[in-house]
């Protein structure tokens, strides 16, 4: 996996950011299990509420073409390291149990994680379809 590659795409979708309420950008791109790689920015609302996270940006784009498995995700942020909110790491578990989290300052600046280390003991699909009827 080219992480660089990954973190640089990051970087160029966080330049797209719609931010005229907080002024923080953030950028995020997915490597999916095809190898195609998805890139999002955060969108905000002057109702504040619809506004969307970078992270499920880039995710909803790959999911609406047709792409299910996060094999990574590399997210940039303007507060240096900058981490997922509690409700993209529930839609990265959705899509990428086992996917690698790569929180990046710069192409060689970056952390790396698991889902199950951001997400512990975590809700998911299997469990609705353990689920006794
Ligand atoms: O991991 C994060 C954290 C925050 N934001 C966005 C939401 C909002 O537009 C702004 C401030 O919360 O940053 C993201 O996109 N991803
Ligand atoms: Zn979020």
Same mark, same amino acid.
């Given at each position: 996996m080219d992480k660089r590659e990954l973190i640089k795409s990051a970087f160029k979708a966080k330049e797209k950011a719609y931010v005229p309420y907080s002024n923080f950008h953030v950028g995020a791109a997915v490597l999916m299990e095809d190898g195609s790689i998805y890139t999002g920015c955060n969108i905000e609302s002057? #109702?504040? #509420?619809?506004t969307n996270c970078a992270e499920r940006t880039a995710i909803f784009k790959a999911v609406s073409e047709g792409k299910r498995k996060i094999k990574a995700i590399a997210i940039v942020g303007d507060s240096g390291y900058t981490y997922p909110c509690g409700v993209c790491r529930q839609v990265i578990r959705e899509f990428g149990l086992d996917a690698i989290v790569i929180i990046a300052k710069s192409e060689d600046e970056y952390k790396e994680y698991t889902l199950e280390e951001l997400l512990p003991y975590s809700f998911g699909p299997e469990d609705l379809n353990n689920a006794k009827k």
């Open positions: 002057a #109702s504040y #509420s619809p």
